[in-house]
Antibody, heavy 118, light 110 residues
Framework: QVQLQQGGAYLLKPSETLSLTCGVS????????WSWVRQSPGKGLEWIGE???????NYSPSLKSRVSVSMDTSTNQFSLNLRSLTAADTAVYYC????????????WGRGTTVTVSS | QSVLTQPPSVTAAPGQTVTISCSGS????????VSWYQQLPGTAPKLLFY???KRPSGIPDRFSASKSGTSATLGITGLQTEDEADYYC???????????FGGGTRVTVL
């Protein structure tokens, strides 16, 4: 059974870069998209971006200029980089596995709390 | 402003039935599959339905889902206190080239 591992909480300053990693256990990266979703305090889910095992990526139009998603097949992990942070990036960041053809997220990480504050 | 539109909240008594609408447009719901997620307080979202109306194993059949045109609906019959949660619809948007979610609907059981 595939599980996604996410790390602990982060406190970052405005203008810094967020780097998060999601570890995949119980399966490989092959055959799926691997995505990032965030949830600001008291708000709904916001789709950030995703990467396919082939290396193809898709990003949210509103975040595209600041975000990149990458993967490391040797360690079975994928990562999120979000640059030029502001307080508006404060959120819980989830990683999730995407079943592409029907587009749904069937496995989720537990989330990482990221706070951006000076 | 979310691409998919859901009512912010619904409230009902135990045992009653609730429905949650998810309204989209041609590039998302109209031409792609809809999924639904349940988020219990303080936890990660959990897949409730995929491919418009398919239930993963372990999801009670009190839950149902459907899609028609550019809208989708989630139904819960025989409402239980454990169903108190936020519910989100999701889909791929072919015009944006991104995944999209509804704003979420909080279900409160009186």
């Amino acid at each position: 059974q595939v599980q996604l591992q996410q790390g602990g909480a982060y406190l970052l300053k405005p203008s810094e870069t967020l780097s998060l990693t999601c570890g995949v256990s119980g399966g490989s990266l092959s055959g799926f998209f691997w995505s990032w979703v965030r949830q600001s305090p008291g708000k709904g889910l916001e789709w950030i971006g995703e990467i396919h095992h082939s290396g193809d990526t898709n990003y949210s139009p509103s975040l595209k200029s600041r975000v990149s998603v990458s993967m490391d097949t040797s360690t079975n992990q994928f990562s999120l980089n979000l640059r030029s942070l502001t307080a508006a990036d404060t959120a819980v960041y989830y990683c999730a596995r995407v079943v592409d053809f029907y587009y749904y997220m069937d496995v989720w990480g537990r989330g990482t709390t990221v706070t951006v504050s000076s | 402003q979310s691409v998919l539109t859901q009512p912010p909240s619904v409230t009902a008594a135990p045992g009653q039935t609730v429905t949650i609408s998810c309204s989209g447009s041609s590039p998302n719901i109209g031409n792609n599959h809809v999924s639904w997620y349940q988020q219990l307080p303080g936890t990660a979202p959990k897949l409730l339905f995929y491919e418009n109306n398919k239930r993963p194993s372990g999801i009670p059949d009190r839950f149902s889902a459907s899609k028609s045109g550019t809208s989708a609906t989630l139904g819960i019959t025989g409402l239980q206190t454990e169903d108190e949660a936020d519910y989100y619809c999701g889909a791929w948007d072919s015009r944006l080239g991104s995944g999209v979610f509804g704003g979420g609907t909080r279900v409160t059981v009186l």
